[in-house]
C-alpha cells in the first residue's frame, strides 16, 4: 500500500524482522524483555514506560513500582533503544504541584519541549498530571489536567486547529470496569475542554474498556493510535493492543479501527508477573523514511518488552476493515 509516515526519518529504530514463517502484523523482539527492574535501586517492577528520541539516541520516563510498592517515575537514557539506563532515584519535579504518585507516563515531543503525561496522584485520587523537560534532568510539574478520576492521557505530537489535543480514559478511584477514549483541546496546556467521545468498547478482548496507548502517529491516511483494551475472564482483567485510525483535522471520527487484536498475552513475561496477563502499550518510535514502528509495552506489571511493525501493513489492515 502507498502511504505516507508524517514524521522524521530514524534510522536507527531499534529493529529486527518478522520471523521466518509468522505472518503476524506485529512481532516480539526476540530479546524481550528489553527492560527488568534488576539493577536499579528499590525497583520491584519496570513497566508501561514511555521512550522518545533524544539528539541522536534516546531518553524516556519509566514507570518504577518501588519496593514499597509506590508508583513512581524515573528518567532512563539509551543510545540504541534497546540497552537502557534508568536513573536510580526518581523524578523530582519543580513546579509545586501535588504528586502523590505517578504510573503510566506517556512522553510527546512538540517543538523543542518533552511534554510528560501520567496518572497522577492528586489528594489520593488519579488524574492526568502533566510536566515539561528539555533535557529530562529538570522536569516542570504544570496544572493537572483533569478533575479526578482520569488515566491514560496521550498528547497528540502538534497542535490541531491551533490547539494541543489529548485522548483520556475517564474512569473511577479502583480498577475501573468500564472505560471510553475521550478527546480534548486545549489552547495553552494548561484549559482543557471541548470534550469529545471518540471510540467505547466492542466485543472480545476490547469488550470491557479501552485506552490509549503511544503518542498517535501522523499519515498521509489519518492518525494512528496503538490501544490497549481490555477483557473480564473469571480469573481478572486481560489487556491486549489494537490499532485505529482518526481522521487529521477531527481526530474524534474513527476511520477504522481492529476487531481481532494485534498482540494479546502469549510468552510468560506476559502471562506471569505482579498482574497476570497484560500488554500495555505506551511509547512507539516510528522511522518515517521506511514505516518501521517499534512499540514498547508493559508486560505483566513487572517488565518491558519490544514489538515491531510496519505502518503501511497495519494501515492495509485498517482501511480492510472500514
Ligand atoms: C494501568 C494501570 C496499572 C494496571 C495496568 C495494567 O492502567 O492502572 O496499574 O495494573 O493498567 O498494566
Given at each position: 500500500m502507498?502511504c505516507?509516515?508524517?514524521?522524521?526519518?530514524?534510522?536507527?529504530?531499534p529493529?529486527?524482522?518478522?520471523p521466518?514463517?509468522s505472518?503476524?502484523?506485529?512481532?516480539?523482539?526476540?530479546?524481550n524483555?528489553v527492560?527488568?527492574p534488576?539493577?536499579?535501586?528499590n525497583a520491584?517492577?519496570?513497566?508501561?514506560?514511555?521512550?522518545?528520541p533524544?539528539?541522536?539516541?534516546?531518553?524516556?520516563?519509566?514507570?518504577?513500582?518501588d519496593?514499597?510498592r509506590?508508583q513512581?517515575?524515573?528518567?532512563?537514557?539509551?543510545?540504541d533503544?534497546?540497552?537502557?539506563?534508568?536513573?536510580?532515584d526518581?523524578i523530582?519535579?519543580?513546579?509545586?504541584?501535588?504528586?502523590?504518585?505517578?504510573?503510566?507516563?506517556?512522553?510527546c515531543?512538540?517543538?523543542?519541549?518533552y511534554?510528560?503525561?501520567?496518572?497522577?496522584?492528586f489528594?489520593g485520587?488519579?488524574?492526568?498530571?502533566?510536566?515539561?523537560?528539555?533535557?529530562?534532568?529538570?522536569?516542570?510539574?504544570?496544572?493537572?489536567?483533569?478533575?479526578?478520576?482520569?488515566?491514560?492521557?496521550?498528547?497528540?505530537p502538534?497542535?490541531?486547529?491551533?490547539?494541543?489535543?489529548?485522548?483520556?480514559?475517564?474512569?473511577?478511584?479502583?480498577?475501573?470496569p468500564?472505560g471510553?477514549?475521550?478527546?480534548?483541546?486545549s489552547p495553552?496546556?494548561?484549559?482543557?475542554g471541548?470534550?469529545?467521545?471518540?471510540?467505547?468498547?466492542t466485543?472480545?478482548?476490547?469488550?470491557?474498556k479501552?485506552g490509549?496507548g503511544?503518542i498517535p502517529?501522523?499519515?498521509?491516511?489519518?492518525w494512528l493510535?496503538?490501544?490497549?483494551?481490555?477483557?473480564?475472564?473469571?480469573?481478572g482483567?486481560?489487556?491486549?493492543?489494537?490499532?485505529?485510525?482518526?481522521?487529521?483535522?477531527?481526530?474524534?471520527?474513527?476511520?477504522?479501527r481492529?476487531?481481532a487484536y494485534l498482540?494479546a498475552p502469549?510468552?510468560?513475561?506476559?502471562?506471569?508477573?505482579?498482574?497476570?496477563?497484560v500488554?500495555?502499550?505506551?511509547?512507539?518510535?516510528?522511522?518515517?523514511?521506511t514505516?518501521?514502528?517499534?512499540?514498547?509495552?508493559?508486560?505483566?506489571?513487572?517488565?518491558?518488552?519490544?514489538?515491531?511493525c510496519?505502518a503501511?501493513?497495519i494501515?492495509?489492515h485498517l482501511?480492510?476493515q472500514?
Amino acid at each position: 500500500m502507498n502511504c505516507k509516515i508524517l514524521t522524521s526519518a530514524l534510522p536507527n529504530i531499534p529493529w529486527e524482522e518478522r520471523p521466518a514463517g509468522s505472518s503476524e502484523l506485529m512481532w516480539r523482539y526476540s530479546g524481550n524483555p528489553v527492560i527488568r527492574p534488576d539493577g536499579i535501586r528499590n525497583a520491584n517492577s519496570i513497566f508501561n514506560s514511555a521512550v522518545v528520541p533524544f539528539g541522536d539516541a534516546y531518553a524516556g520516563v519509566f514507570r518504577v513500582d518501588d519496593t514499597c510498592r509506590i508508583q513512581r517515575l524515573h528518567a532512563g537514557f539509551s543510545a540504541d533503544g534497546v540497552h537502557w539506563k534508568i536513573e536510580d532515584d526518581p523524578i523530582v519535579f519543580e513546579g509545586g504541584q501535588v504528586f502523590e504518585y505517578g504510573y503510566d507516563p506517556r512522553v510527546c515531543r512538540i517543538g523543542d519541549d518533552y511534554w510528560v503525561t501520567w496518572c497522577n496522584g492528586f489528594h489520593g485520587q488519579p488524574t492526568i498530571g502533566i510536566a515539561v523537560t528539555r533535557d529530562f534532568k529538570t522536569f516542570t510539574q504544570k496544572e493537572n489536567a483533569f478533575l479526578p478520576f482520569n488515566r491514560n492521557g496521550v498528547l497528540f505530537p502538534r497542535k490541531i486547529n491551533g490547539k494541543y489535543a489529548m485522548f483520556s480514559r475517564p474512569s473511577d478511584p479502583g480498577h475501573t470496569p468500564f472505560g471510553d477514549i475521550y478527546l480534548s483541546f486545549s489552547p495553552d496546556m494548561v484549559h482543557w475542554g471541548e470534550h469529545k467521545l471518540v471510540m467505547s468498547p466492542t466485543r472480545g478482548w476490547q469488550a470491557l474498556k479501552i485506552g490509549a496507548g503511544p503518542i498517535p502517529i501522523e499519515t498521509d491516511r489519518g492518525w494512528l493510535l496503538f490501544y490497549h483494551g481490555v477483557l473480564l475472564s473469571c480469573n481478572g482483567y486481560v489487556y491486549s493492543m489494537g490499532a485505529a485510525l482518526f481522521d487529521l483535522e477531527e481526530p474524534w471520527k474513527v476511520i477504522a479501527r481492529t476487531d481481532a487484536y494485534l498482540m494479546a498475552p502469549k510468552m510468560d513475561y506476559e502471562r506471569v508477573g505482579d498482574v497476570p496477563n497484560v500488554v500495555f502499550p505506551c511509547a512507539a518510535l516510528v522511522d518515517g523514511a521506511t514505516g518501521r514502528i517499534a512499540v514498547y509495552y508493559g508486560a505483566a506489571d513487572t517488565v518491558t518488552g519490544l514489538a515491531f511493525c510496519r505502518a503501511e501493513e497495519i494501515l492495509a489492515h485498517l482501511l480492510k476493515q472500514k
